[in-house]
């Protein structure tokens, strides 16, 4: 009875459905994060190619993303969140039933884009249902239980792939993105309604507006880099294992190895913030990951990458939850929609940029070069956040 009421009670909290949501969803697609350079390797396609497709895929979304404003002020986010996981499904059945490469593409630019106005909802309607006072704790909190997702999903879709084939894998996935749609529509969720003087269709004047406020531009670079870095991770360091001749399931357990530690840093966030104070944490990690990452480039074995990479996880897990931290604290509720999908291309741009750039690197030099280049993106990380506000609540 005690048990009943208590899950009552935090379920009858908004705040708590959408983080149950954003865990559901958080399986649902990191399963599929295995997918993309394994299956286009599978189907022929060369590393450099597979880089380019990606890249011109997330260039995509990226403009989507500018032209998403329209669409905060104008609908309905949460009926977007519907329409996204509903798209998801459909695509996902197809695949199962016709599992080709350039159905997959299809499907990753659709998946791509419509994840760009899901994301950009979501993180919304999360801020403005969230209490100020508990932004940091339960956005620490949404990341850790996230990455629980983004931990087990990989190790799964690994294990599908290595023991059935890439149709399973899309069937798990699928599985998870219909559970998704089913607690969305069985959800009561009220919505803030916000009084707009103007819509912002302005896509020009709402970029300029973003990058006349230096706060935002520290809070755009935060998501950059972290995708930038990400792009090492889950793109370009999976097609190392298999160039080192190890089994498809290492791809998975790599993947899923640097979520791991993800939940327990950022599910005790709150206190790292306050002990040392948010700037001292992003140095530090950006000085960890320079380090390791200039290691690599003198001393390269693909086990000890892997293990090293594993570590990084531990510091990435301040920067990531921290990016969007940073961009709430610097704006006005009332310019969210017009201010977050600009912030949101920050994300597109740094896996946009990684993926094209180490593309280039692997036409021109030996794929230690790529760890050469990270190290020094991560120096001038450094820099840049020198010049951040702090702050520990």
């Known amino acids: 009875m005690l048990e009943n009421s208590y899950l009552k009670s935090y379920f009858n909290e908004s705040s708590n459905e959408l983080i149950l949501i954003k865990v559901l969803l958080s399986f649902g697609t990191s399963i599929l994060l295995v997918a993309p350079a394994l299956f286009l390797k599978e189907s022929g396609l060369s590393d450099s190619f597979i880089g380019f497709i990606l890249g011109i895929i997330g260039l995509v979304s990226l403009l989507f993303s500018l032209f998403s404003t329209v669409i905060l002020e104008q609908v309905d986010k949460y009926r977007v969140i519907l329409i996204s996981i509903f798209t998801y499904s459909l695509f996902l059945l197809l695949l199962i039933f016709y599992p080709k490469w350039y159905v997959f593409i299809i499907f990753f630019l659709v998946f791509n884009v419509f994840n760009v106005i899901q994301n950009n909802s979501f993180s919304i309607i999360f801020k403005d249902t969230v209490k100020k006072s508990e932004l940091v704790q339960k956005e620490s909190l949404m990341y850790s239980l996230r990455n629980v997702g983004w931990f087990i999903g990989p190790l799964l879709g690994g294990l599908l792939i290595e023991s059935y084939g890439f149709v399973e894998l899309f069937s798990l996935s699928f599985l998870f993105y219909l559970l998704v749609l089913f607690i969305c529509l069985s959800s009561k969720i009220e919505l803030k ?32 880099i972290c995708n930038f870095w990400y792009a090492l991770i889950f793109i370009y360091f999976p097609l190392f294992i298999v160039n080192a001749n190890l089994s498809k399931f290492w791809v998975g357990f790599f993947i899923a190895s640097t979520q791991f530690p993800l939940i327990f840093v950022e599910f005790k966030l709150n206190w790292f913030i306050k002990k040392f104070g948010a700037k001292k944490l992003l140095i530090t990690a950006f000085l960890y990951l320079s380090i390791i990452t200039l290691y690599l480039f003198f001393y390269f074995d693909i ?31 009332i310019e969210e929609e017009k201010t977050f999908p600009v912030f949101s291309t920050s994300a597109n741009i740094g896996s946009i940029i990684g993926k094209l750039f180490f593309s280039l690197i692997l036409l021109i030099f030996v794929q230690e070069y790529v760890f050469l280049f990270m190290s020094l993106f991560m120096l001038i990380s450094i820099y840049i956040v020198f010049s951040f506000k702090d702050f520990r609540k």
Do not use: Q
């Open 303 to 333: 086990i000890v990458a892997m293990f090293l990479l594993f570590t990084s996880a531990f510091f990435i897990a301040f920067i990531e939850p921290l990016r969007e931290i940073y961009f709430f604290k610097n704006v006005r509720e």
């Open 193 to 224: 309604k916000k009084k707009y003087k103007t819509i912002d269709s302005n896509i020009i004047k709402n970029i300029i507006y973003y990058f006349n406020k230096k706060e935002l531009i520290k809070s755009y670079y935060l998501g950059f």
